[in-house]
Every structure is written in structure tokens, then in C-alpha cells.
């Protein structure tokens, strides 16, 4: 099958192209913190740096304290057992989808969605089942669209917040979605990798709902370490012997000094609160910018640290539009086909999870620039 390419990773590469030649680039193409890792973690690190030759090694105190915020932020019981730490989350979605499907199976999911979702599923010999899902629906699947797939699907990927709306889905509705998926036989996987970045109130756990879901989480986004690549796998009981045969062969063990770091940046929650509320701040700043610049459909950014932008009244090639903003302004962003290959071609991705003061820069000279496009 056809693996895509990442169009936003052409973006990116145009842009350091851009900054190697000494122009100024402010990169909002990625969904990935600006902010490094908590300082107590770095500062852990560089002691184990000095004491431990290290090697492969999976952390048992780190999956007792991953257990714990199951306890902590959901009141759910997880058994440490049942986590597989993982190089972050990309081999965690690869390692759901091969322990729990086999090839040929129709997995749906939303569409726009995370570009790596429908390539995954592809790569793997699975079917991606995209259903459309627009302003009506708040961009998210429903119970109802899945109720009304025929035949049932294999499974589903969740995920809330959303790449690349930042929309959540309602606890109900959640709800509704396990409700469905237990009398079809639908297995859940669900991507909570953006979980602890909400605007807008707490965001459930799939497993509330569907104690046997598999579930994804990283240390990428809430805890600000994309570079260390650290993640984990929650696998049912019925699937961990298989997962875990999987994981020796495919992956073995993330990096030890990772593991050292997580574990103290599970704590520093002081430091962690202060980088959502800049991504607040943040948020702020581009919802009262966005109407003049003639981006007025939009969806919710409930959370994570994205705008998901409707540009149709200007382009029907957002990877072109991408490229001539950047050229021009100097501000990198995603184009939109990368996560919608139907409707995506007149969507932008914004990632506002950069510094306050590079908001306020990429606001100043993005909009003379969508002034001169936009009609009136």
C-alpha cells in the first residue's frame, strides 16, 4: 500500500533551508513545545550521565508513577504491569495496531486526523475507514457515525484532544462511543498523547469507559521532552504477553536516560502548569487575531495547541499556500492535506505552542500579508 509523504516535514525543511540563508523563522509547522524539559529532569539527567553506564532497561518506578496519574487524573486502577514504556508514542501506534489487528482489517477513524494514523494503518496492511467529520460534530467522530458503519469495523482510533483541531470530546459522548464499540465489537485505541493541555475543562480517559482499550500516551507534548522520545503503551490483560513478545523483537526498551528524566518530570508540576498557561496566553492572542485576517472558520481549540483554519475563500492548494506564507513571512505552518487528503487542500495548521513573544512576531507579519489576499 501507499505510504504519503509528511507535507509538513517539506514545510520544515524549507524553512531551515530559509533560516541557514539568514532569514528569520518562526516554526509553527510542528506540534511540538518550544519550551525543553523541566529543569529537574535535565538536572537528573546529567547525574545519571555521570553513575550509570546504562543499557536496556524498562523502569519499573516510572511505570508505578504512570499507574499512579491513572489513579490521580481519572480514578482509574491500571496495573504497572499493563504499561509498555515505549520510544515514544509513533512505535506505541504501531504496536497497538500490530498486537491487536491482523492484515486486512478496517480500522475507522476521523477524518482530518493525525497524519500518521491513515499511513500507519496502511503501512501495516490495515484499511483505513475515514469518516468525514466537519463543524457539525465539532470535527470528531460520534457514536452515531460509527453505529452506522456496514459492516462494523475492526476498530477505532480516538483521539481527544484532537492533531489537528484541538477539539475534545465530550465525557457523554465518550461514553456513547464505548457503549457502541462493546455491542459491535469495535476495539478502541485511543491516542491521549495531548491529555493535561485543555482550555476548557478536564479531559476523560477512553478507559473510564472501555476498561480494554489501548491507549497511548508521551512524554512529548504536556511534559515537554519531544527530543528524549518517550511514550507508553496501556495494553489490556487479554494482550499484554503479545505485546510484550512484540515489543523485544520490534523495539526492545526506550533509552534508560529518558526513563531518569520522566520520572522526575512527572513531578515538576509547578513548571508544567506555567507552560499551559503560555500556551493559553498564546491561544488568547490568535483567536482575537484570527477574524481580521479573514480566518473566521475555525474549529474549537479545546486543547492541545492547535488551529485547525479554514483558508477555502483563498486557496484549493494549502501545501503551495504554506510554502508562499513561509517565503514571504518567514512563518512556517502545516499544510492541511496532510491531515484531511479529501477537504484538507483549503486547511492551515497553526501550532501556537512557541513562545509568547514569537506569537506576537508571526501575528505582526502574517496579517498585512492576508490582508492583501483576502476580497473587501
Sequence with gaps: ????????????????????????????????????APAAAVARAHQVLDADAMGYWESPDLRARIAHLYQDRYGVTVDPANILLTCGASPALVLALSVRFKPGDRIALARPGYVAYRNSLRALHLEPVEIACG???????????????DPAPAG??????ANPTGTIIPEAELAAIAEVCRARNIAILSDEIYHGLSYAGPTPSMLQFAPDA??????????????????????PEALIEAARAYIGNMFLTPPSLSQHAGLVAMDAIEELEGHIQTYARNRELM???????????????????????????LTDDSVAFC???????GVATAP???????????????????????????????????AARNPG
Design 135 to 149: 463543524p457539525e460534530t465539532r470535527f470528531q467522530l460520534t457514536a452515531a457515525q460509527l453505529e452506522a458503519l
Design 214 to 235: 489501548l491507549v497511548i500516551n508521551s512524554f512529548s507534548k504536556y511534559w515537554s521532552m519531544a527530543g528524549w522520545r518517550l511514550g507508553w503503551l496501556l495494553v
Design 1 to 36: 500500500m501507499t505510504v504519503e509523504p509528511f507535507r509538513a516535514i517539506t514545510v520544515s525543511r524549507l524553512a531551515h533551508q530559509l533560516k541557514a540563508e539568514g532569514r528569520s523563522i518562526i516554526h509553527m509547522e510542528f506540534g511540538q513545545p518550544s519550551t525543553g
Design 336 to 370: 492541511g492535506v496532510d491531515f484531511d487528503p479529501v477537504d484538507g487542500r483549503r486547511y492551515i495548521r497553526f501550532s501556537f505552542a512557541v513562545s509568547t513573544g514569537e506569537i506576537k512576531v508571526a501575528l505582526e507579519r502574517i496579517t498585512p500579508w492576508f
Design 323 to 329: 510554502e508562499q506564507l513561509l517565503r514571504d513571512t
Design 156 to 161: 477505532v482510533i480516538i483521539a481527544s484532544p
Design 287 to 313: 483567536l482575537a487575531a484570527l477574524p481580521a485576517l479573514g480566518l473566521r472558520k475555525i474549529a474549537p481549540p479545546d486543547g492541545a495547541f492547535y488551529i485547525w483554519a479554514d483558508i477555502g475563500h
